[in-house]
């Protein structure tokens, strides 16, 4: 039976003082030689000489306190908006309500089966056909046969992949991929359901079509949503409250365009000259042969039409002949300002640094955010690698006010064409 409270609404998750604590390795993964500059410098408490400024130092000890004191309580029916940056334990909380890890400390209560999707495929075996994954997750959430022969037909024409649902899922793309796990998500019979940057794989057509399904699934059927995006967009469609976090702990609890504020605000901590990021950084689709190790800038302020120098410090498990960036330029509340592709290039198998050039002509008076995905051309295919979402920021200014006044980006929006070239005069109709 569901906990009830005062005001008479039913309970759905309830985290009491969870923490959660990883222990750090002690081997980086570099040469020898930095391996025991880390370890000389940490056993005599002495700054390590090989972190990249900017890097995330919340460590106690030898250990990383990735959630540290979350208290929440979510009730049926609510569809929840988690933000923050990178780092922030919004995946982390995630993976404890689908209990995927455990809490160091604290306890969560769940009322209701949870079915989760933290990544594209999760929960999915490679070897067997999309119809078959289909009674997997139905099985594993409790339900019947009968009862997943119920929904099949529902869950099928949803996914928009019915003439492939007899095909070993091995063989799907990211995008067919999250089109039939969501589906199977959203169909079966639970009481939660939990989603992390889900959407920022598929057509524009299906994202729309699954945050429907996910709003009809919280206001209609009584189901709790747990949402987390960085596009802010889709938090304002589908939440009707918002959580902030920051640093492991939370920071915010209310109204979204509060919250909204509140995390647009802190995103001018990521304007910033350089960033290192670990394997849990990167963005929840990719086929991870390659993970994106650091971002510098030559500058974090630049001024209008000055070249930006971007370097990316690349960790491949294999060599890649034709690897590519393409690069999603986002203003700081996450709508995409435009894309910024990268010439191809070869890398090998572990650690190669790409320096490359960013025109900032066009971009108007403002702070940006950068979203580079690693790609891998092989014969016609682009395989994506890796991506990080909201890497790093920049800011551009301009010494050249428009009209006297400065930039109104709310009127006027983030990009500064080129002056419009005008047209000779057209000659009189002669009839006149």
Not at 68 to 86: F, H, K, P
Not at 94 to 118: F, H, N, Q
Request: proline share 2%; aromatic share 8%.
């Amino acid at each position: 039976m569901a906990d009830m409270t005062n005001d008479s609404r039913k309970v759905a998750i309830r985290i009491s003082g969870v923490k959660k604590r990883y222990v750090l390795g002690q081997i980086g993964g570099r040469t020898l030689q930095a391996d025991l500059q880390s370890w000389w410098a940490r056993k005599h408490g002495k700054e390590d000489p090989n972190t990249v400024i900017g890097q995330d130092q919340r460590l106690i000890g030898q250990s990383f306190m990735a959630l540290n004191g979350i208290d929440l309580t979510i009730y049926q029916g609510e569809a929840v908006g988690i933000i923050g940056s990178n780092g922030a334990g919004k995946s982390t909380l995630l993976k404890l309500l689908s209990r995927v890890t455990a809490p160091t400390a604290g306890e969560i209560d769940l009322y209701g089966r949870v079915a989760s999707m933290l990544e594209v495929g999760t929960g999915f075996n490679g070897e067997m056909t999309g119809r078959e994954n289909i009674y997997m997750n139905g099985t594993i959430l409790g339900m019947t046969k009968a009862e997943i022969d119920k929904k099949m037909e529902q869950i099928v024409e949803f996914s928009e992949v019915r003439d492939f649902i007899d095909t070993p899922v091995k063989r799907y793309s990211s995008g067919m991929y999250v089109k039939l796990a969501f589906s199977v998500a959203a169909h079966l019979d639970n009481e939660i359901m939990i989603m992390d940057e889900v959407l920022a794989v598929g057509d524009m057509a299906f994202q729309k079509k699954c945050l429907g399904k996910m709003r009809e699934a919280a206001m209609k059927e009584g189901r709790t949503v747990l949402y987390v995006s960085h596009n802010m967009n889709t938090i304002r469609q589908l939440c009707s409250r918002c959580i902030v976090m920051d640093q492991g702990k939370v920071i915010f609890d209310g109204d979204v365009e509060k919250a909204i504020s509140l995390y647009s605000a802190s995103k001018d901590a990521l304007i910033r000259s350089a960033y290192a990021f670990t394997e849990e950084d990167q963005g929840p689709e990719g086929e991870k042969s390659a993970w994106i190790e650091s971002v510098v800038l030559s500058s974090s302020d630049v001024e209008q039409g000055e070249d930006l120098e971007i370097t990316f410090r690349i960790n491949s498990r294999i060599p890649m002949a034709s690897a590519g960036f393409r690069c999603v330029v986002t203003s700081l509340s996450g709508e995409a300002i435009g894309l910024v592709p990268s010439e191809e290039f070869s890398i090998g198998a572990g650690v190669t640094e790409i320096t490359m050039v960013l025109r900032t002509g066009e971009l108007a008076p403002g702070s940006y955010l950068f979203d580079p995905v690693l790609y891998d051309r092989r014969k016609e295919d682009y395989v994506k690698i890796t991506h990080i979402i909201q890497a790093i920021g920049f800011r551009v200014s301009s010494a050249v006010i428009y009209y006297n006044t400065v930039w109104q980006k709310k009127y006027w929006g983030n990009v500064l064409f080129e002056k419009m070239i005008r047209v000779k005069d057209q000659e009189e109709d002669p009839g006149e």
